[in-house]
């Protein structure tokens, strides 16, 4: 399994942006599936985008669709989440999740073999 710490985290305003990074350690990463959830208080957990080993197909929850890019960098054993456009409901603590099952699928992340990192928390004021 990988060991993922998220950074990137902070207080922006309403239409703002932040980029998140999460950076790796251990082998292999670029045979893993990367994915970004968050968990506000009071909601569940949401699967917000992820993309595959080759960077090549990614995903995204439709609440982002459009404000949000999922990249990789293979090379620095690194996931990025640009946030464009922030809304105040984009507030809650940021997950970083590796997976070698299937990279679309939520529960290839929540199962017992999925990689977390510590989260990040991200405040969108209004």
């Known amino acids: 399994q990988l060991q993922l710490v998220e950074s990137g985290g902070g207080l922006v305003q309403a239409g703002g942006s932040l980029r998140l990074t999460c950076s790796a350690s251990g082998r292999a990463f670029k045979m893993y599936g990367l994915a970004w959830f968050r968990h506000a208080p009071g909601k569940e957990r949401e699967f917000v985008s992820a993309?595959?080993?080759?960077?090549?197909?990614?995903y995204y929850a439709d609440s982002v669709k459009g404000r949000f890019n999922i990249s990789r960098d293979n090379s620095k054993n690194t996931v990025y989440l640009q946030m464009n456009s922030l809304k105040p409901e984009g507030t809650a603590v940021y997950y970083c999740a590796a997976t070698l099952a299937t990279y679309y699928s939520a529960n290839s992340y929540l199962s017992d073999s999925g990689s977390w990192g510590q989260g990040t928390q991200v405040t969108v004021s209004s």
């Open positions: 993309i595959a080993w080759s960077g090549g197909l990614t």
